[in-house]
């Protein structure tokens, strides 16, 4: 086993094209999934209003996913963001 010793920057070099890697979708845009919560604060919005643009017979509802009918609605960034543009 070869022990490499990193100078701070090196780390912190390592660590931020990690976390880039992680969070984009390999463009440089960000591929972020947010709960209700975490997208009534990207858009500005209460999550009831979220919970009520997902209802089953709202007309051109906000875009989401979930594991299981009924399960947690789970929404991606870029999705909504693109259906913002369209409505």
Known sequence: MRLALLTPEELEH??????????????????????????????GVSEKTVHNRTAPKVENPIPYHSLTPGGRKMFHRGEVDEWLRRT
């Not at 880039?20 to 979708?25: D, G, H, L, S």
């Open 14 to 43: 390592i660590v931020a094209s990690t976390i880039e890697r992680a969070t984009t979708n390999g463009s440089g845009e960000h591929n972020v999934w947010l709960d209700a919560k975490g997208l009534a604060e990207h858009l």
